[in-house]
């Protein structure tokens, strides 16, 4: 493949700068730029579809922060001078994003959610479900239909429903016609 159509998943790239001599010139200088980026993204009302994959990068981001994977400051001395951590500023900083693109949200909503990206950044379940939360938070307010929000786990659940139905009929003799018995389907 050529450069430009190889994909590697953003949370992937985050990953393997871990440890890296370049990782904290890296986040000092892209962190808080990814992170603008991505909120825009999950928040953007017309894409639903990949919040699985948003929500991973997401938690990665606030745990790298939780966990001090980030020891350079996010933040200019000279704006912030004194006892401030990043930790400390990337909640602030998050706090005043989502309140500027989303006027409408009580200031509580907002705590609360930034809140629970930090309670709840290992945990990749329940970080998406929180985030899902604030996005029809989003949507109510703006008087959106949600219905998109769910489709991408729907369409899991619907495949590996698919596929444990082929499994059981192909222990049954009978059931299915034998051209719709491939090799493939009898390998797994």
């Known amino acids: 493949k050529q450069w430009y159509q190889r994909r590697v998943p953003i949370t992937a790239g985050l990953q393997n700068l871990d440890g890296k001599d370049v990782s904290q010139s890296f986040y000092q200088t892209y962190f808080l730029n990814i992170l603008q980026h991505i909120f825009s993204v999950v928040t953007d009302t017309m894409n639903a579809a990949q919040l699985s994959n948003q929500s991973k990068v997401l938690a990665y981001m606030f745990s790298l922060v939780e966990q001090k994977k980030i020891a350079v400051a996010l933040y200019s001395l000279e704006e912030h001078p004194g006892e401030i951590d990043n930790v400390a500023y990337v909640k602030s900083y998050t706090q005043d994003l989502l309140k500027k693109a989303f006027p409408n949200l009580q200031e509580m909503q907002v705590s609360v959610f930034v809140d629970g990206l930090y309670a709840l950044n290992q945990d990749n379940a329940a970080f998406r479900e929180h985030l899902r939360d604030f996005i029809v938070q989003i949507k109510e307010c703006a008087g959106e239909d949600m219905t998109d929000l769910y489709l991408q786990e729907k369409q899991e659940q619907l495949k590996t429903a698919a ?12 059931i299915l016609n034998p051209h719709e018995v491939t090799e493939e389907n009898m390998n797994d």
């Open 163 to 174: 596929s444990a139905k082929l499994k059981y009929q192909m222990t049954v003799p009978g």
